[in-house]
C-alpha cells in the first residue's frame, strides 16, 4: 500500500470512522445501474440459490430456487434470470451514434480511420462484492456452451432461449471487469475501497456490511464500533445480523434455518401433492423467505454504496474511459450479431498476449487520468517523486535555432517536492494545458534546488508563443514525469499465424485441441 | 474426506502413551491445557497451519499443548467464525464416495492416468485392503503392514483411509489421509479429494495451495514408514481429484508439493521450541476453557502472538488477537504491510504523531510520513475549496 | 583442491556444441543457459558471426537498449568488417552515441534501409513492429527475461533462432493481475524460454558450464543456491584472484569485514536486530563506509589475466540495493563522504552487470516481515553473482528468524509448473541459504556490528 494510503488509514483508526482516499469518484456511474445480488449453494459449483436484482431499489426482481439440486428448477431460475437481464442488456444494443475507429489495413499495415457505430450508452451491473463478479464469471462459464431446443433439436436437455446468451454477456462482462478502470461490471466493495480508507484492513474491507459501517454509521455509533457489529453481531438464534453480501451464505443459516425448510420442500413434493398443491407452494414460500431474509440487506447495502459514490464529483476523465467500455459493448453486440461462437474455454496464444497488452496500457492510462483528476491521487505521485507541483520563479524567453525560430521559453520552479529527476538534467515533464498534455524538457537542477525547464510544445505555430500557453511568474503549476496518455503495443500476429514458439495456430498438432461440448456440461 | 473450505474432521485419538525423554514437557503441557481436559490432536490441517504463521508463539504453544483453540476462544467471548455448511459436507461426502466407487476402479484409473509414469493400466488384480484395526496405532500399524505389502506384491494397491503415524515434537500425530495408492514400482502416492470444481482444468488457487500443504505433511508421514522399506518411495507430485467443471464426474490434476513439503518439514523441526516456550511461562498458568474470561485472558496474553488480519481465515483465537492488536495500536492490525511500511515505528500512535511532524529526528519513515501528510492535506484543502458538488437527484434510501 | 577439471576445454566444448546445433541442427531452436558471468556475449558475438559467415540473414533480438549497444560496439570490436544494422526508435536519445563512429554500423529507425545487411540488431519491443520477409536466423538475447507475449509479437519474424539467457535471475513481470493464464503454456506473463520449451520439449538445451566472473569462492555457493538444476563451476581456482590492501585494518568494523572478505570471497556485516525503515540511515551509512574503506585503503586486485596487482578503482565496484529510494540513500551517502564514481543501483540494473568488489544492502535487512518481492530469488541471485573478487553484505541480524517466521500460505495454480523448464526452479523458500545468512548466529554481548565470513571457509 503506498505511504500515504496507510496515513488515510492511520487516520481513520483514529478518526473512528473512514477518511476519504479520493476527491472525485474515480468510476462511471450511470443513470440506472442495475443491482444483482446472487447467492449459491456451499459445495457445489454454479448451483444458484436465489438472487435479487434491478434498476429499481423499491422494485427489484426476485428469483428463489426452492432446491438447488434440482436440475429443473435450476433451469427455470437461469430462464428467468435471462429472461429478466436480456431485455435489459439488449435495450442498449440499438442506440447508436456514428463514430471513428482506427483499424489497421491487413495489406499495408497503416492505420486508418473507419467509420463505425457506437452504442451511446453501455450497461452497467453492480454487485456487492469481488466474489459476485467471480460467480458472474462462473455463471457465464455455466451458461455459455449450451445449446437451446433450436440450435440442437437432438439434445435431451435443452436449455431455455436466451441462456446461452445471457451466458456469453456474462461472461463478456466478467472478462472487461479485469480491465483497470473499467466499469461495466463493478463490486460495491471495490468502488468504496477505492474513495475511502478505513481504520481495519485490506481483508476486512471485503465485507460490505463492516465497509459502510467505517463509512457511514448511524448517528452516535463510531465507525469502528458499527463494523464489529456488522462482520459479527448475531441474533439470540445464532444468526448474523448483517447477512454475508454472498454469494456464499453462513453456514449458521444453512444449517439451522436453510436446509430444514429445503428437507420440508422436498417432503412436501415426495408426498406426491401436484407442484402449485398448498403444501408445496407453502414450502416453496417458507425457503423463499429465508433466502429473501439473506439477500435484502444486501441489496440495500448496495444501493446505500451507490448513494455514497454519487455524493462524489466524478472525475473528469471517467467519461473517456466509459466510452472505452461503450467501445467494448460495441464490440461484444457485433460478435454476437455476427453469429460468432461463445468465447473458448481457455484463451489462445494471441487472445491471452492481447487481453494482458490491454490491461496494462489500460492500467497506464488509469494511474495517470485518477492522478489528474483528482489532487489527492496526484499527491500521492508527487510523494513518490513522479510528479511536483511548484510555483514558477522566473520565465526567460528563448528560441529556437533555424530558419524559423520556435519559442522555447525556459522556466525557474521553486518546489518542496523531489521529483525523481536526474541532477545533469535531460528527460521530459509534462502539465495538462486545458486538458492536452504539454512537454517541457528538464534542464537542470540549480544551486537553491530550484528546477529548470524548457517549453517544449502547444504554443502555436508563429514566433510568440500563443496567450496562455506558457506558465507566468507567480503561476502555481502542477508536472508529471509520466505521459498523460498510454500507448498501446504493437500489433499481434492474427490467431491463424501463431507461431511455432506458441504451439503454431489453433488446430494445428501441438496447439491446444478446441471446444467441444461435453456430457459434464450437463449438470 | 476434507471439504471445500479445507478443514478436515479431527482424528480420533490421542496417543495413550510417548516417548519417555518427554514426559517432562508433557506433564507441563497438560499443566496449561488443565488438569482435566483430555488434548486435542494435532491433525493434518493443524500441521499444516504451523507454516501459516509460524511466527506467532502463541498458536505454537496451544497447538502444541493439543489446547481446543475453539473451546478457548468461545470462553474468552469472542468466537471463531469457522462453520461449514451441511450443504457441502453432503456434496463432498457423496462426491468422495463416487470417487472411490466401484472398488476403488476409477481413482485408480485417474492415479494411472496422471501418474502412471507408463506402468500398466491397473486391472483386475488391484487390491483395496481392509484396513479396519483398534484405535489410531492400530489402524497405523495396520496401514504400515498393507503399504509394505502392497510394495513387496508390486501391484496397484489403493489404501481408502489409511492412519499415519508423524512424530511431531516428540510425540506421535496419527493422520488420515483420503486415500494412498501404492504403483506398481513401489511408489507412494497421497490422493487429496476436495469437492471445489475444476473448470477448464483451472481451480481456486488458494484452495489448491491448502490442499497441497495438507498433503504435503503426509507425504512427511509416508516418508518415515518408506525409510524403513527398501523400494519404496513417496511421489513428491501428489493427486489433487476434484469434481470436473459442473458435474460431479471426477477429474485429476498431479500437484508437486516439494515446496510445501519443505517448508513444513522446517516447521516441524521448530516445534522443539515450545519447550523454550512454555518453559518462559509463570508456574500455575492454564488455559482451562472453564476458567473465567479475565483468567484466560491474562493467561494467554503471556504468550506472545503475532496477529496479522490473515489471522482471521486460519485461527480460531483471532478475533482475540485482532482485539488485543487494535487495543495496543499495532499497525499490523492494518495488514503485515502496513507494518513493513512503517519500518521502526511501532504503534500507530507513534505513526500518526510522527505524520505530524513530532517523529525521531533523522528517521527516514517519520520524515516521509510527514511530508506525506503536508502532500495529503494540501490536497484535501485544495478539493475542500472547490465549489459544493450537487448530486444529481436520486430516490430516498429508505434505510 | 586438485582436480582435473579443465575450465577452458569445457566452456570449448560446450560452446562447439551449440554453435554445431545452431548452425547444423535440424530443429528450429537452441536453448541456451548461462549461468553469471559464462561468457554469454562472448557465445552471441560468435554465434552472429559465424551465422553471418555462413550467408545466414541474421536478426538479433535483446531486450534493453543498452544491451543492444552493447552488443553492436562488441561486434564491431571484435570484426570490424561485418556490416551490421541498429535498428531504432525515433526517440532523441534512442541509442549509444559511440556508435555513430563504427563505420561498419548502419544507423536507422526504419527496417526497410538496414534490410539488405547481413545483421541487423534491436529491442524486442522495437522489433515488434517490424513487417518484413521473415529472416533466416535469430538470436534471442535475454531469453529468459523476455516475456512470452514479447515472444509471440517478434517469432514470426525468424525461420529458426539460438536463444540464449541466464534462468537465475529475474523473472519477467507484469503490472496487472495475469493469473488467468497461469499454467497455461503459453501464459503471456512468463518467460519467453517457458513457453518456447512447453512447445517445443525436443529441442536441444545447453548450459555454458563455467563461471569466468565468479571467484572460487562464490561459484559452488551461487551455483548450488540458485541453480539446483544446471549446476556451473568457477573458470579459476582457490588463490588465483587475489584482493589486498596497501594499508592494515584499523579494527573498526568495515575494516574486518574488508579483511574477511578479501580472505574469503564474502563477508557480512551485521548490525544489532532492529525494525528499521528501508533507507535504515546506519545501514546505508555502513554500505558507504565499506566502500570508502575500501578506497581509501588501497585494495588492489590482481588476477589471472593480470597478475601485478592493480590499484581497485571506483568503477569497478558496485553497490546493489533491492529499491531505488535505498540506492538514491547510499548515493548520498557515499558523495558525503567524498566518493564518486562507485555504481550504485537496484538488482533490476545490475542483471549483466560485472565488478571486481560488490557492497550489497541486504533486501530484508531491518524488515518485520518479508514479501514476495524481498523473497524473488533472482533478486538475490543478481546481487550476490556480480562480483570477479568478493562481495560484502550488509544486514540487519534476524534475518534467518525472519525467515522461518515467513507465513507459507501461497496460492497453487495447476499445472503452473508444467511449462518450466527443468533448468529454472528456484530454490524453496525458507531454505535458500544466503551467504552467512542462515547459519547459528551465537549470542555476543555489545551492540556494535559483527563480521563474519563464510562459514564453511578454511583456514
Known sequence: MPLLSTLARLEAVRAGHARPLATVRHRHLGAEPLVLVPLTTAGEAGAPLGAMLGTDRHEPRILVIPQPRDRDLRWEFLGELARLLMPHIESYADAVEPAERTETDPETGRKTKVEAEL??????????????????????????????????????????????????????????????????????????????????????????????????????????EWALRMELGRDQDGQLLCPPAGPATDPAFDNRLLAPAIAKFDAARASGGPRDGDAVRLAERAVRKLVVSQMENTWWQTWE?????????????????????????????????????????????????????TRETEQVRLDAQEALDDPLVMAGRRFAGEAFAGEVTEVAMEWSEGKRPRPRPLLTVATEDRPQLADEGGGKVFRSLDGRQQAFEFVRREEDGQLVLRVLDKMGAGREPVAGSVPEKGDRVCWTLFEHDARGGPKLPDPENTPWTHGGPPGSATAPALDAVTDEDLL | MSVADGTLPPVSSYPPSGPPQTTTLRQRLADLRGPAVPPRPLDARALAALAANPGCGRRALLDGAGVDKTALAAALGTPAAFGQSQFAIVRGNSFEAKVKGDGGAELLRLVHARLGAGAEPPGSDARVPDLTAAGPEGRAARTALALREATAARTWTLLDHPMLALEVAGTPAYLEPDAVVVHPDGRWTVVEIKSFPMIDGAADAAKVGAAARQAAVYVLALEQTAAKLSGAEVGHRVLLVCPKDFSNLPTAEPVDVRRERAVTRRQLDRLTRIEDLAAGLPEGLCFDPSRTAEELTEAVSAVSAAYAPECLAACELAFHCRERSRAAGDPAALGRSVRGELGGLGSIEEALAAASGAGPDGDPTAEALHQAARLRAEALELAAARPPYQAPETPECPC | MTTAFDPGAAADRATAAILHDTLHGRERGVVVDSPPGAGKSTLVVRAARELAAAGRRLMVVAQTNAQVDDLVLRLAAKDPELKVGRLHSSDADAYDPALR?????????????????????????????????????????????????????????????????????????SVVGAEQWAGLSYDPSASAVSTLLAHN??????????SWRLPATAAPLVSRAFYPYSQFRSGTGPGERRL???????????????????????????????????????????????????????AVTSDEQSPVPAPLTPSRIAVGTAHRDQAAAVRSALASLGVSGVTVDTANRLQGREYDLTVVLHPLSGRPDATAFHLETGRLCVLASRHRHACVVVARAGIAELLDDHPSTEPVRLGATAGRPTTRSSPTWPNTAWPGGRRAIPSRAGGGPRIRGRATRRR
Not at chain 1, 315 to 344: I, L, M, N, Y
Request: glycine letters at 8%; proline letters at 9%; charged letters at 25%.
Open chain 3, 201 to 210: 520439449p525436443q529441442l536441444p538445451q545447453h548450459r555454458l558450464p563455467v
Open chain 1, 119 to 224: 452504442c451511446v450508452d453501455a450497461p452497467q451491473i453492480v454487485v456487492p462484492s469481488r466474489a459476485g463478479i467471480e460467480y458472474v464469471r462462473l455463471l457465464g462459464r455455466s451458461m455459455r456452451f449450451r445449446r437451446t431446443a433450436e440450435e440442437d433439436p437432438e439434445n435431451p436437455y435443452p436449455a431455455p432461449s436466451q441462456v446461452p446468451l445471457l451466458g456469453r454477456w456474462f461472461t463478456h462482462l466478467a472478462e472487461r471487469s479485469r480491465v483497470p478502470g473499467s466499469s461495466m461490471l463493478l463490486a460495491a466493495t471495490d468502488l468504496l475501497s477505492r474513495h475511502w480508507a478505513t481504520g481495519q484492513s485490506n481483508l476486512e474491507d471485503q465485507h460490505l456490511g463492516s465497509l459502510l459501517a467505517w463509512i457511514s454509521p448511524p448517528e452516535g455509533v463510531t465507525g469502528a
Open chain 1, 305 to 357: 454504496a451507490i448513494d455514497l459514490l454519487r455524493t462524489l464529483p466524478p472525475g473528469e476523465r471517467t467519461e473517456e474511459r466509459w466510452t472505452r467500455d461503450r467501445w467494448s459493448f460495441t464490440g461484444h453486440r457485433d460478435r454476437v450479431r455476427a453469429g460468432e461462437p461463445p468465447q473458448p474455454r481457455r484463451d489462445d496464444a494471441v487472445t491471452a498476449a492481447q487481453k494482458l497488452a
Open chain 3, 244 to 298: 589486498a590492501y596497501g594499508v592494515a585494518s584499523d579494527g573498526s568494523g568495515p575494516d574486518r569485514v574488508l579483511d574477511e572478505a578479501a580472505e574469503a570471497g564474502w563477508g557480512l556485516l551485521e548490525l544489532p536486530a532492529r525494525h528499521t525503515p528501508r533507507t535504515d540511515p546506519e545501514a546505508v551509512g555502513a554500505v558507504a563506509l565499506v566502500v570508502r574503506r575500501a578506497l581509501d585503503r588501497g
Open chain 3, 101 to 173: 563512429e563504427l563505420p561498419s554500423v548502419t544507423l536507422s529507425a526504419r527496417p526497410a534501409d538496414l534490410a539488405e545487411l547481413p545483421v541487423t540488431i534491436s529491442t524486442a519491443a522495437k522489433w515488434a513492429y517490424v513487417k518484413a520477409e521473415p529472416w533466416e536466423h535469430a538470436i534471442v538475447d535475454e531469453a529468459y527475461q523476455m516475456r512470452s507475449d514479447a515472444l509471440l509479437a517478434v517469432a514470426g519474424l525468424f525461420e529458426r533462432a539460438l536463444f540464449v539467457g541466464d534462468p537465475g535471475q529475474l523473472d519477467p513481470f
